[in-house]
């Protein structure tokens, strides 16, 4: 008699779990399209990033972030000009289109970008002469330095954005021809000489004609130029 309650019991609830999962199985099919999706976006964006070069980009050095971005936007018609690299008020290009000058300040950063970065460039938009002020960083910024900039009319550039924009350059293999990417040694960190470049044509430049441009800051405003291009210079 038990071991007919019991089996009788087992069929009950065995027809029971069968029926749920029938009737739940919409549920199921749901949450399985939301993983696939999920791992399908995962992939779009690795792929993503990697068409864009960001990757070379997270293990730059400042300076060579710089580089790059007077490529990228050199690459979309700018003309630019970079900054001395001490004492740069703020400002780490100025570039210049259809009559409209904008400050820029690049910061590649490994946490969140902060109002500090707003505030400099703030700053060097009145002492460049600019019309305009925009920070880039191939990170991410805070709420604080997103609510300052808005304040201040200050274009944000994020990570997000900036992937757009190469995107868009389709630059990767076009900037890493200008701009030399450092290897990463065995530590996992850049190994670069950073040699100093003409500000005009880009043509590297020896120590001596670097320390020449750096000594005569009323000359060259803390540029370096190459010596074809330090006659053009009055």
Known sequence: MSSSVSSAVAGSFLKGLLMGLKAAWP???????IVLGKLAWRAYEMQRLARSGLDDIDRMDGKVFEKYLEAVFRKRGYKVLRT??????GADLVIEKDGLKTVVQAKRHKGKVGVKAVQEVVASKGYYDCDRAMVVTNSIYTDQARELAKANGVELWDRDDLI????????????????????????????????????????????KVKAYCLTHTERFKGQIYCYEHQKTIT
């Not at 549920?27 to 399209?33: D, N, R, T």
Request: proline letters at 4%.
């Open 27 to 33: 549920l199921w099919v749901l949450i399985a399209l």
């Open 84 to 89: 001395r690299y001490v004492g740069d008020y």
């Open 164 to 207: 757009r924009e190469l995107l868009a350059a389709d630059a990767k293999h076009a900037l890493q021809a200008e701009v030399q990417i450092p290897a990463v040694n065995t530590a996992g960190q850049p190994n670069h000489e950073d040699k100093a470049v003409c500000a005009v044509c880009g043509k590297a430049v020896s120590e």
